[in-house]
Structures are given as C-alpha cells and as structure tokens.
C-alpha cells in the first residue's frame, strides 16, 4: 500500500510538471521539465513494477529511462545549442488564462474518469485522471505556442499522458510493442530535430 | 507464400542500400513485380484468414483488399519511377539523392505492408507510424522552405494524432486484457474479434473515438487535414501518388478495425461517427477546391473527399461498403494517374500554379489527355471505374435517406465543377504574355529550344506509359472486374455486415 | 457550508467506506478541561514568542548566503521594544481608521494563531477554528492594512494598497481552495480536526497497515507547493516582493507600512512575523501533522514542530536566495499555477481518495 501511495506522489508530479510547462516561457526550462516528467514517470513504473513484481514493467522502467529521460531530452538540447534560441516562447494566450484552461482542462477530465474508470482498476487512485489531464494539456500546448520546439514539447508530454495510461490500467504494454513505440519516438524527434534545423537555416539564409 | 509479401519489400530495402541508383531501379523493378504476382496468386487462392510469422501476422478479405491496392500501385510506381530517376538525374539532381529515395521508398512500403497485414493493433501502430517517419525525408525531398514547413505540419500533426491512436490501442488492450491475460494474445485482432461481446462496451466505445480522432488525422478527416494538401503536393510525384493512394486507405485500416470489434461486440453507433466524419471531409473538400491555385494541392484535395466519400461508405453499411471496398482499389488506380502524370507536367517545366500552366493539349499531349480523363475519372464520370464505386455508394446513401443523398450529389458535383474548371483551363487555355495579349503562337511554334524542353519529348517513356496504364485498368475495371477480386469484396463487405445484392 | 459539502462526497464514496474511517478515528469530539486551557494558552504564548525568531533566523540565512555577518538573530525582538518606547506620528488626514487598524491587523493574527494546533491537538479555540473563519480573518487583516495606508492620505499609500490587493486578488482563491480541499478531503470543518484526522490517518495507514480511505501523500504534497507559493506571495518574501528595499518600484507590503511610524510601526512588523509564523505553522502541519494529544507526548511535539519550522525557514531563505526578483507582469503566472495546483488538489478530494 506504501507503494502504491508513493505511486501517485509521482503522478502528481508529473501533473505539476505539466502545469509549470505551461505557465513557463523558457524552452530551455521546458526541455528540463519534461526530462524529470519522464523521470516520474519511470518511477511510477518502477513503484508498480515492485507492487506486482512484474518483469515486464521492470523492463519497461529502464527503457523508459534510457529513452525518455536521458536520450530525447539530450538530443533536443542538442539541436537547442546549434540552433541557438532561447528566447521566450511566444503563445497566442496569455499564461495565466493558458493556467486556468489547463486547470478546466483537468476538471473536465476528471469528469470523464469518473464516468469510465471504477475505483481499484488503477495502480494508484486518479491515475487515469491525470493522465487525461495531461494529454489534453499536451494537446493544448501544441496548439497555443508558436514556436516549434514547445511543439515538439507537447507532443512529447502526449506521449507520456499516454504511457501513463498504458502502465496504470494495465500492467505495461507487452515488452516488443512497447519498445516499437520508443523508438519510433525517438526516430520522430530526431527527424523533428533535422527539421528545425534545416528550417532556421532557411530562415537565415 | 504469404511472408514473401515482408520478405521481399525487405529485400528491396537492403539491396537499395548497397546498389548503385540506375541498378536499383532494375531491381526495384523485379521485386515490385514479384510482390505484385505474389499478392496476385494470393488472392487467386484465398478462401480464409490465413495466419503466418508465428501468428503476429494474418491476411483477411479486408486487408487482402488494401494489399492488392498497395502492390498494383507500387508495381506502376516502380516503373514510373524507373523513368523519374532517369529524367531527374539527367536535368541534374545527384545520384546520392536518388539513393535515399528508394532507401525512404522501400521503407515506406515496407512498414506500409506490416501494417496492414499485422495481427497485433500494437505492430500495425508501429508501422503507421514508421509510415509517417519514413515518408517525412521525402516529403522534404525538395529541400525548399515550403517543403520543410509541410515536413513539419505532417509528421509533428500525424505523429500526434497517431498517438491517439496508441491512446485507443492502450484502452483496447486493458479491455482484452480482462478476456485473455496480459501478453501478446490480448492485442491480437482475431482474439479480439472472437471475445466478441465479452469485452466491456464502455471501454470500447472510448477506444473508437480515440481511435477515429487519433488515426482519422492520418487519413484526413476533416478537422484534422491541415497537413494533408500541404504534404501531398511537395513529395516527388511518384510518393505523392503513394500517400494518397494507399496510406490513407492504411490509417484507414486502423479505424475500421476498432470499427469491427465494436460491431462484433454488438455497438451499433460508430457508424454514425463514420458518417458525420465522411461527410464533413466532403464538404470541407469541396469547398477547398475551388479556391486552390496549385494542381497537386487540387488532387491532394480530391484524395481528402474521396477518404470521405469511403468513410461515409463503410458508415451507411449495405450495399455502399461495397462500393467503399471496390473505392479503395479504383481511387488508387485514378489517383496514382493523375499523381504520376501531373509529375510528368512538374519535371518538366518546375512550376506549380495552375495559372503558369496552359496549353497542355500541344505541349503534353499524352500527358495532358491522361490528366483530362484522370480528372474525370476521379469525379466518378463513367468510362473509369471509379463510377461504380460512387454509384454503389451513393445508392446506399440515397436508400438512407433520400434528402441526404441530394446533398452528398450537390457536393460531388460542386467537386467536379471545381476539379474540371480547373484543369480544363490547363488543358486548353491559353496562357497571357506580359501585355495580357493572348500569344497562342509562341507557345508551340516549335522552333524555341526552350520550348522544346518545356515539352513531353524529354521525359522518359515509362514516366509516360505508366500512368496510362494506369488509367486503362481503371477503365477496364468498370466492364470487367476479375471473379477473384469481386469475390475477396464481397467477402468483405460481408464481414461489415453489408448485405450483397447485385 | 462544510457539512453539506461532506454529504456531498459521501455520497461518491459509499457508504461503506465512510464507516471504515469512522471505526478508526473516533476521537473527533471535544471535551475541554483544564489541562486543554491550559497547554492552549501555553501554546499561544510559545508560538507568539517564537515567530520573530523565526523571520530573525531566515534574515539571518539570508545575510549569510549573500556573505553578511549578518543581524542577531534576536534583533526583531530589540526593534520591537524600541520601537514600542516611540511616539506615534499620524498625518493630520488621519482619520480614526489610522489609529485602530494596526491593532487589529495584529489581533486578527493572534486570533488565528489561537486556533492553530501547532503542537498540542487541542488548541484554546480549537473548537471554533474553522478554515474558512481562518481564511477570511486574513482577509480582514489585508483589508485593514490597505485601508490604513490610504487613510494617510500620501502616494504611495494608494500605491501600496493597490499592489497588496493585486497579489491579494491572486492569492486568496487558491488559499481558500486549499483550507476547502483539506476539510473536503478528511471531511472536517475545523483546522485542528482535519490535521488530526491526517495524523491518525497516516499513523494507522503506515504505522499499522490498517487500511484508511483518505491517506495520501499526493494531495498534501500538492496542497503543500500550491501554499509555499502563496505564502511566499503574502509575506513579501523575495522572487514576489522584496520588503527589505524601500524602491517605489519594487514595493509591495512596504508601501502599506510606509507612512507608520513608532508603536504602530512595531506592531505591523510584529504583526508581519506573526502571519508568517502562521503560514509557516499551517505548512508544517501539511508537510507532516505531528500533535500531542496528551501531555507526555508535548516536548517531543514541541521538538518536533521547532524542527519542522526551521526545516521550512531554509526552505524559504533557498528560495529568496536563489531567485532573483520577479517582474511584477510575471506575478500572475506563478499565482495561478498555485491557484490551478490547489483546484486540482480539491478536484482530486472531492473523489474521496
């Protein structure tokens, strides 16, 4: 039961660490934010895989630690030093009315939870909630900011709504399917990293 | 038999990356024709799911429909593209390029062919999204601003909206796994179709919006087809026809698989999501393509109504699934026509605005007669096949609902206005000189070197041939359609329940 | 109003498990004696005592960090006394507002921190301490503040209020919020209640396996950063406001305080100490709600809760020393992120868990 109660210490971080994504306009801050969401994330992971002494999920903690918290976010910082920006991020709302949607954003996911999810299906109570909460505020920062890395920001935090979802409901997707899903992750933000680059360079030239 | 079908686009991938470019295409040529004759015998020979690679692949009607599609198209694509290379590298694009062209291609199709025949919703997901990654450099094969912005909206919008889809594909997976356990077993389709009504509906019926929302990005449904006109008009032509023939009616797999096991679990709604979205796409299209300035963008377009047109198909039920399967064949065939030939229009005079391009019956004779009956094939006129699919269709949806039927015809109609306005102006218009005079002469005198090479006398044969080919299938196909293929539809159709009466 | 609120979830949760807890924790009644009064009264002397040294303690960190000596750490209690000896100068505008309002900007705190059960369970008006009375009775010391430093009649009193109000504006909702997502979670009205009620909750769920409904430690994690955040808002400390420079451009809480002078000066700074002591008290109570509940257990309360003070003074002297001052337009940005964590935390308790 402790297990479960650090559990969801870690889902709320990884909510609050959403929040402050939104209400922060740095992009360098952002790609942190998102590094220690993964981090939480695995650690969600490994909380269930001690729970239920699962491999799987042991499994699934290390390759989301590899790809999640170490490699994505290093490659974005990468393409962040040759790109050179670090400017404020510019939105089309206002943060604080960006902060109050993303908090109606939740209560409406809460709403949807509690219509689909019964209680004890969840590893950790309000898990599906969150991860609700986080993938409609994913949705919402790639459609409210204009530059293009907070896109790639928030399709990242997509992604990771979704693997919330996918180790709080069940015990992890099975090991092939998700490692597929990783990497294809992670080819993703390479080819997105390709792009910035080239598009700056057409920018400039 | 059946592995032949991954082994040998494998294959191609390999060997594309070690051989030099004019040598891949010979060999690009054997192994599509090799697909396509296994495809072929497979469908000569087929009479029921049939599983392979210990059971993480399978091939039923359904699919073998989309797979007949994919290997016909590859097959005329790959001796179109015979002739691109040629005719590109002769104007000066490098070698190295080319290399990374089959490189990206064969990976294309590759994931494009696990994707459809996977068992597992986990592995199809895999693929459509390798689709979008390996499809991304190419779209960009331009290197241009435009292109890359495009780029940008396809895979940063695609690979989004197919996490959603993975959303779906989690919440199905839980359901399952209440029926089977947690492994491998619980994401494979033809377990879940057989738990059937054990599965818990509301979970289901999640899975299917998400699932609509998340892969109908891909296809193109109408909220979510910003990328889609963008993307589709700065690939190479020859993947433009790929994309739009083929990788929509892939993401468009995917729906209608979560659409089955709703249906198998005794959840009737989704069919009206099918229509609503189908209906939307049309009349989002039709008013899209009257105001376009660039002909790829126009076909892009049409490709959109016509994923409508199919969705709205396999919505209604009946006889109209029908016409949405024999849709998704004859769409591919008019499409990769009209695709291939306008990239023949593209390579030779490098310009994509309608208004730059006139005149085409004296400069592009072929061509420009390929794009005229492609273009009237596509808005479903009758010696094209394409009109018994529309014709199945909208007299499914005229025996719905009669009113609603009227609109859905206005709306085809308003396409084809718009489609034949358009390209008719390209066909026989005549282009303005500076001082706004009409100079009809200087356009095919001939005697202009310039001119010359602004013609069809450059362009390689096959870059030719290929789509005219092409487009007589499609007009073959409206008189006589091969008792294997009208079998593999009807089969189809019947696993979505449509009643078969002809 | 909580009580209706507590159907409410009952309702959400079942029946059935709302006994559970009841089975548990059954000593939610009062039964004053004299032995209550008494460590009541000593525990409002104790914390009063305390709070300058308190904010000596963070000032002093403060210095440190930045290379200073630094003060005594026991210099508040010196200004106090000094200041107590001078003489009041009020504006000739002054109206009586002026001469009221420091005393009971100063009372409202010692009310509040009557009913604070820093240490000892039962507070002396532990009984009437209910979260909204506490949440408003700020209010009103805000309130009484901002009126004062507009009855002098100068401009940067106006100024001052104005500002006081705009953070105040800001941070109020999501203070309420979080007392109404702790009495929704544990389904109590009063303060002294609900910390027990997380006590015994706890102390059960962990010390005991006994399984209770409303343990958690997510929701007090995230109550706890939505009321740092607030609490670094309302007492001027520095990524918000920075009380130790009398810049016009940068002033919040001084502005208010500007134009005091002597007693009342002494006892707005007495005053500001003790709001802190009580934010802080509150805090320490989230983080980790140890109580006496009979007069053996006391020192180590005590202990425990000195601990727990000086663990969150760091806490906040690291986070002035590590920011610098915020623009003013970004103050909105930060308030509402405490704001949308404490909505969250009460979206959150209102399913039961």
Known sequence: MIMEKIAELFIILILVSVVLNVSSPFIKFAIKLYSFQSLMLAFYILMGAVHFNSINLYGSFVITVIFKVILIPYFLFKTLKKVKIDKEIDMYIGIPEAVVFAGSLTLLSNLIAQKIVTVGITFGAFVFTISLATFLIGAMLMITRKTLFSQIIGFLTIDNAIFLAANSITHGMPLLVELGVLFDLFVSILILSILILNLRRNAAA | MYELVLILPAAALIFSIFIDVLWMSYVQL???TLVFLTVAAISLFFHSITVFFGGLFFVDYINLVILITVSVLELFVAFYSFGYVRTEIKHGLSKRKFKFYYFWKNLFIFSMMVSIMSNNLGIYWTGLEATTLATALLVSFNRTKESFEATWRYVIMCSAGIAIGLFAIVILYFTTSQVYGESLKSLSFINIMRAGSELDKNFLMLA????LVGFGTKVGFAPMHNWLPDAHSQAPSPVSALLSGVLLNTALLGILRFYQINVSAGIYYPRYFLIGFGFFTILVSAFSIIKQTDYKRLFAFSSMENMGLIALGFGIGGIAVIGSLFQILFHALNKGALFLSSGNVLAVTHERKIEKIRNLSKNFPITGLMLLFGVMGIS???????????IYIMFGVFKTNIWFGFLVFLLLIFIFAGLFSK???????????ENGRQNENRANSGTDKDNQDRGEIGVHPFMLYAPLILLLIS????FYI????????KSASAEFGGKIIF | MISSWTKISLKRVGTKNYTEIRVHINDMTYNYNIQHLIIGIVQFFVI????????GFIHKLKQRARGQKGINIFQFYINFNKLLKKEVVLSKDATFISNIAPYIVFVSYLVILLMLPAFYRYSLLGISSDVILIAYTLALSTFFMTLYAMDQGSAFGGLGASREWFLTVLSEPSLIFIFISLAIYTKQGRITDIFYFIQKGAS?????GVHSYAVSIAIPFLLFISLFIVSISENARIPIDNPETHLELTMFHEANILEASGKHLGIYEYGSYLKLTVFLTVMSLILFPYMAVNIYQIPMALIVYILKMIILCILIAGVEIVNPKMRVFRVPNVLSVSFILSLIAMILSIRGF
């Open chain 2, 475 to 478: 007009s073959i196909l409206l």
């Open chain 2, 482 to 489: 091969p008792s294997p293929f009208l079998h593999i539809v």
């Open chain 2, 380 to 390: 479903g006129m009758p010696p094209f096949a394409m009109f018994l699919g529309e």
């Open chain 3, 204 to 208: 059960n769920a962990f010390l005991y």
């Open chain 2, 208 to 211: 299917f919006i998400l699932a």
């Open chain 2, 30 to 32: 054997i192994i599509s």
């Open chain 2, 423 to 433: 390209i008719l102006k390209m066909y026989i218009g005549v282009k303005d000189d």
């Open chain 3, 48 to 55: 009063v005592l305390l709070s300058p040294l308190f904010a």
